[in-house]
């Protein structure tokens, strides 16, 4: 059968919601609360929004609870700020953490199960980096469903959205941008199933595509996280900010990445490497295992690079051990079991008896699309694109800033995707816009060139290849040697891509068609980060060069980075907004630039 | 410990474009500890690019890469290659899609139309109990909450429904009556009537023939089949 290349069917609405995790939901459930009977469409490309990566966010959502004497939301502020290195947005910050309690009632209320404690009220627990009084002990910040407090946050907001009425158009990806005169208008789609491109025409067109995590080898991110958001907004000419802020997690699973909770540490799990040496010791020798996440994420990537790490024969990755045999059945069973459980169920093996495979996976994009607090796009210049809203991982406000204190990002969704939400409803008393005369062209062209290109290179493989680069060259540590030859590979590599052979000529289903395109994004996105990563000669946060130890005020701006053509980078500042710094306000010495040192 | 296994995946296959289904035998090496979704993905690479599978974030939290192996609907993300010959003593396994949907191709179904059951019965708050506490959450007891916070876990990946020997066109299905017991159990929905007016429908428990199937497979490990009988005996409203 041969692929038909034409607009199928053209949508009109008010509002687009391309990416139906926990941000896009939450601002489509804002709008329809605020604007009943709005139009708006909302496309996933999984197969229905509860299989979002939002779900799979386990431990918590931060916010201060106004009846909790001992916490405050200045304590909260000063901790995002000294999380990010001194890189986050402080009207952001300030705004997200003031509206972070109404927002936790807004789940309950809605329906969301949260744990609770014997008064019957919201449960509340610690989470690292979350103090009270500017670090002098740890706060009950941490609201949370269990283990699956993603999980209860999707279920909430799916459930508002299909209450009140959006329209789901699933499994399907988003192709290309669609503006007329400056604005947004829309975008064209790809409908997986039924294998036809449609044309949605919207007021206003929110991106919440989620992060892109899957161009690193190993990460506790989706398979589907594939960048696909970001590359669409650079091929459109827009910028994307701090592309080299990429958080890795200490301990994910061999072989996929699959997150194994910090609480294996905190209960007395030990890191070994191939002789069985306690190697913390020799990193944090007060801390050892109870370090920093980064800290510990490097002591194991230097110990893997350094050749005391063990190869696992069935994912081929290196990895390092953590010992948890000398912990008793109590930890085992009640303190650690979900772990524990996992160890067993992807591994398979019992970490009471066995030692654990483990090393650093890649776990979240601190950047994204440049936006205004109010989720408004920009371009490099910093002037807002009409009709274009971005919101959630693939947004950058920035809450952030080069390093994301966790149970911050669940918090920054649902928070965000309200205030998106109001400044969306504001701007529906607009007529709806024409779509361009050529809408789909792009698109056509794109996949007919995927579907006509020859050649014996396997698609797969180069995936793997760029992930694997990416991770050895551009991951817990970069310098500059190694980064250059990472970019030089990248563009080897895309132009092996053009060199493969689609076996399936059709637009329905078909796997293949959509990893030849996620492998331009990837692509995309890889050479974006490692450009922006080689031009940061220091180090903050997530972005570690070990030519540049050191953090630098030289560099206490954004990085901004548009690309035209693959490979040709260009980039730009954005300043860092310090307004509660210049407030005056109450503690306000504490948002100065400080030390990140716990 | 054997390092690695020589099994065969049989595969349903079916191609949309010209309307033909079939079984391909793909033969495979594998290491130990691999899932089989990695098995898809080595198939894609080394034998075959065409094959189409479905999968999100691979850990088992969000049911999409749900399949029959071997007659059972299990997570392909959760079964390694070395238990599942332990689990089904052979080196050859039957790969087939779910069948509470059409398939749009091989082992991908359309869930919209699986999701369409649950859907049905409105898996949210229909009309909100008036909250005493205004402002604030509502007052919910651990002691309450754990009556039917494991029904909470469920990820709609629709084994359970694969499994149920009830006719599929009748009956809604073990999830999609499980995410009713949770708001008729749930102190803040208000609209309890309603919901069980569908409950007990020509679509609802009574179809239900307690093979427990859908406790038997369900991959989060939830006794669907008690929430079944506590709606098949009444007791679904809020005590407290």
Redesign the interface.
């Known amino acids: 059968m041969t692929a038909k290349f034409n607009i199928s069917a053209t949508l009109d609405c008010d509002v687009l919601v391309i990416g139906a995790g926990g941000a896009g939901l939450r601002c489509a459930a804002e709008i329809l609360e605020k604007k009943p009977g709005t139009r708006i469409v909302a496309v996933t490309k999984v197969a229905h929004c509860q299989k979002s990566h939002t779900s799979t966010a386990q431990g918590g959502l931060a916010a201060v609870d106004p009846k909790d004497p001992a916490d405050k939301p200045i304590y909260h502020m000063f901790d995002t700020w000294k999380g990010s290195d001194c890189m986050a947005d402080q009207n952001v910050v300030k705004k997200i953490v003031d509206s972070a309690w109404e927002q936790i009632v807004w789940l309950e209320n809605k329906g969301m199960h949260f744990s609770r404690n014997q008064e019957g009220g919201l449960s509340k627990r610690t989470f690292g980096g979350h103090t009270v009084r500017f670090g002098q002990s740890s706060a009950y910040r941490a609201v949370f469903e269990a283990d699956r407090t993603g999980k209860g946050i999707m279920d909430s907001v799916w459930g508002e959205t299909l209450r009140n009425g959006v329209s789901f158009v699933n499994q399907s990806i988003a192709t290309e941008l669609l503006f007329k005169d400056g604005r947004c208008v829309g975008a064209v789609l790809l409908s997986e199933r039924k294998g036809e491109f449609v044309a949605v025409c919207a007021k206003a067109t929110i991106f919440a595509t989620g992060g892109d995590g899957q161009i690193f080898r190993v990460t506790t991110n989706c398979r589907q996280n594939t960048g696909d958001g970001l590359s669409l907004v650079l091929d459109a000419g827009l910028p994307v900010m701090d592309m080299e802020a990429v958080q890795f997690h200490p301990t994910g699973i061999v072989g996929p990445g699959i997150l194994a909770s910090e609480t294996l540490r905190s209960v007395g799990g030990i890191l070994r490497n191939r002789d069985l040496e306690p190697f913390m010791e020799k990193y944090a020798p007060k801390m050892k295992e109870l370090a920093p996440r980064d800290l510990v994420a490097r002591a194991i990537e230097t110990e893997i690079q350094e050749g005391r790490g063990i190869m696992n024969p069935d994912h081929h990755i290196e990895h390092v051990w953590i010992d948890l045999r000398h912990l008793s059945d109590y930890v085992h069973e009640v303190e650690i079991p979900e772990v524990t459980s996992f160890f067993k169920k992807f591994v398979n093996i019992d970490p009471k008896n066995e030692l654990c495979p483990v090393r650093p996976s890649n776990h979240y994009q601190m950047g994204g699309i440049p936006t205004t607090e109010f989720g408004e796009v920009q371009n490099a210049s910093g002037e807002i694109i009409r009709g274009l809203y971005a919101v959630g991982e693939c947004a950058a406000a920035s809450f952030h800033g080069f390093n994301r204190l966790g149970t911050n990002s669940i918090l920054e969704l649902i928070t965000m995707g309200r205030f998106v939400g109001q400044r969306v409803v504001e701007s529906l008393t607009d007529q709806l816009p024409e779509l361009p005369a050529d809408a789909g062209k792009k698109s056509f062209a794109l996949f007919s060139a995927y579907l006509d290109q020859t050649g014996k290179e396997n698609l797969e493989k180069i995936r793997e290849e760029s992930r694997a680069l990416m991770t050895e060259k551009v991951g817990v540590f970069r310098t500059e040697v190694g980064i250059s030859e990472a970019i030089e590979t990248l563009k080897a590599l895309k132009e092996r891509a053009a060199n493969t052979t689609l076996s399936c000529k059709s637009l329905k289903m078909s796997p293949e068609l959509i990893l030849r395109w996620e492998l331009d994004n990837l692509l995309s996105i890889s050479i974006v980060t490692a450009v922006c990563a080689l031009n940061r000669r220091e180090s903050r946060g997530g972005h570690a060069r070990k030519d540049f130890p050191e953090r630098k005020d030289d560099f206490n701006y954004h990085t901004l980075a548009t690309m035209t053509e693959f490979a040709k980078v260009d980039l730009a500042n954005r300043a860092v907004d310090m307004s509660i710094f210049e407030s005056e306000c109450e503690h306000y010495e504490r948002f100065g630039i400080i030390e990140r040192k716990y | 410990m054997q ?1 690695t296994y020589e099994i065969i995946l049989k595969i349903q296959r079916y191609d ?3 309307a033909r289904s079939w079984v391909q035998s793909y033969p495979l090496e594998a ?5 089989f979704t ?1 098995l898809f ?1 080595k198939i ?2 080394e034998l ?17 890469c749900s399949v029959k192996i071997n007659g059972k609907p299990m997570l392909a993300c ?1 079964l ?1 290659v ?2 599942a010959v332990a689990h089904f003593k052979t080196n050859e396994f039957l790969i087939e899609p779910l069948t509470i949907a059409p398939v ?2 091989d082992l ?1 179904v ?3 139309q699986a ?1 369409e059951r649950v ?1 049905k019965i ?5 009309e ?1 109990v008036e ?1 005493p506490n205004s ?8 002691r309450h ?1 754990e009556r039917y ?1 494991d029904a ?2 469920c ?2 990946c629709f084994c359970c429904a694969t499994a149920c020997i009830s006719s599929h066109h009748n009956f809604l299905g073990p999830n999609a009556m499980m995410a009713s017991m ?2 008729l159990m ?1 102190l ?2 208000k609209a309890k009537d309603e919901r069980k007016k569908l409950l007990y429908s020509e679509e609802g428990v009574y179809r239900c023939h307690s093979s427990m199937a859908c406790s038997f497979v369900c991959p989060k490990e939830i006794d669907v089949a008690h929430f079944i009988a506590l709606a098949k005996s009444g007791e679904v409203e809020s005590d407290a």
């Open positions: 390092e949309p474009d010209n290491g130990r500890i691999l899932r990695d993905r894609n690479k075959d690019a065409t094959l189409a599978w479905n999968s999100s974030c691979e850990h088992g939290q969000c049911g999409s959760e390694l070395e238990n749009v191709r991908i359309d869930f919209d999701y859907n409105k898996p949210y708050i229909i909100p909250n402002g604030n959450e509502y007052k919910i007891s651990p909450l916070v909470t876990r990820i709609n949770v708001r749930d803040r929905e």
